[in-house]
């Protein structure tokens, strides 16, 4: 394992500690805080950032960069369902 792994991993897990209360938040008041353009491309995004990872072979941060595109990607679908 890299360093640079590790570095991604503990960056993307602070994103990830940052949106989890906003996913929460929008189950929660059943509205949408996310604006629809800022989910789907966050999610697209996010999840690309995945594949390339996986190329590297920089699997803590596949999981992890998984896992947020996840979190966008509950956000999206809530700016759909909550609208």
Known sequence: MVWQDTAIFIINLVFAYALVP????????????IAFQTGIL?????????????????????GISLFNGTLWLILFIQSIIYK
Do not use: R
Request: proline share 3%; charged share 15%; glycine share 6%.
């Open 22 to 33: 906003q996913v929460w938040k929008g189950f929660k008041e059943k509205k949408p805080h």
């Open 42 to 62: 966050n999610t697209f995004l996010v999840y690309a950032m995945a594949i390339i990872f996986f190329t590297l072979g920089l699997y803590l941060s596949v």
